[in-house]
């Protein structure tokens, strides 16, 4: 990972969002501002090393918004996501490549979820040869 700290005091807090904002700016007619859709909005939480969190909420509420940023596929707008005392935000390449082998995200469509066309063992085993695992690991 980047060489880029926090100040945080706990030990303990393994994922930090802090003021988190993601916003999608909107176009007129494929071009021109016209304003921005305030898909996640001043979230802030702490998660702790061996806990566990679900996002739920109703359609349209920022649920995917919010893990994409969280995984690094979407910048904030404002606010910083920090895991393992480590500013995400501030983190590209390799060393965003490697955050990524370390945290797992289930896309709410079941079934948009699992490639139709490739095995179960291939789907298994993709992340693994992405992140460069042998077949003797």
Not at 16 to 32: S, T
Request: net charge negative; aromatic share 8%.
């Amino acid at each position: 990972m980047s060489n880029i700290k926090t100040t945080s005091s706990n030990k303990d807090v393994l994922l930090e969002l802090d003021d988190l904002h993601v916003w999608y700016e909107l176009k007129k007619f494929g071009f021109g501002h016209a304003g921005y859709v305030r898909a996640v909005d001043g979230v802030s939480f702490e998660l702790k090393q061996g806990e566990a969190m679900a996002c739920v909420g109703e359609s349209g509420c920022g649920k995917s918004s919010l893990m994409k940023t969280i995984i690094g596929l979407n910048r904030p707008t404002k606010g910083d996501v920090i895991f393992d005392d480590e500013k995400l935000t501030e983190t590209h390449g390799e060393d965003l490549r490697k955050f990524r082998a370390k945290i797992g995200y289930i896309q709410q469509d079941p079934f948009g979820a699992l490639a139709t066309f490739m095995t179960i063992q291939r789907i298994l085993e993709e992340p693994l040869i992405i992140n460069g695992f042998s077949d003797k690991e």
